[in-house]
């Protein structure tokens, strides 16, 4: 049960999803009908790395884990403008309606997130654990998110995004 995970905080609880229910509408619009059948993306399947794996960990790992999470509290980071935010997560450029939606909402401009562990899979993936923050206080703790490699960055997955939409209870095509 969440409220017992948060100890008793249900308005932070409340905000959190409100956050994240303000961003679903805008993943709702979000689908990928600006191909045809006959044309072939060139960005990497959700979840996917363009980067070779075949390691357990990148080669400079604590290089690795302070870009993860400088990247990450970037993206989270309400005062980063939604353009920035592109850049920080798995094919952004398919994703930036989402966030262009969810950095103009008021219960967005509350929530952050604070990275505080990293553990790789591979040379190109990790597990991230953060804490959800509404106007700095933990309202979801030890949430679990990953992270890729992708064209030299590593970058929030969709997966992730995908998974703190449907936490808001709303089903979301492409997700």
């Excluded at 191909?35 to 400079?60: L, N, Q, R």
């Excluded at 505080?116 to 933990?138: I, K, M, N």
């Amino acid at each position: 049960m969440v409220l017992g995970r948060l100890g008793g905080r249900p308005r932070l609880v409340a905000l959190a999803a409100a956050a994240l229910l303000a961003l679903a509408p805008a993943v709702a619009g979000c689908s990928d009908d600006t191909t045809s059948g006959d044309e072939v993306s060139e960005t990497s399947p959700y979840g996917m790395t363009t980067e070779p794996s075949g390691e357990d960990e990148p080669a400079d790992p604590a290089a690795a884990e302070a870009e993860i999470t400088k990247n990450w509290t970037a993206f989270f980071d309400p005062k980063v403008p939604a353009g920035e935010k592109v850049g920080l997560l798995e094919n952004g450029e398919t994703m930036r309606p989402v966030l262009a939606a969810f950095a103009g909402d008021r219960n967005a401009a509350m929530t952050s997130a604070k990275v505080t562990d990293v553990e790789f899979t591979s040379a190109t993936g990790a597990d991230v654990t953060y804490d959800l923050l509404v106007g700095g206080a933990p309202a979801l703790p030890d949430s679990q998110g990953t992270t890729i490699l992708q064209d030299g960055t590593w970058k929030v997955s969709v997966k992730t995004l995908c998974g703190l939409v449907e936490l808001s209870g709303v089903t979301v095509p492409g997700c």
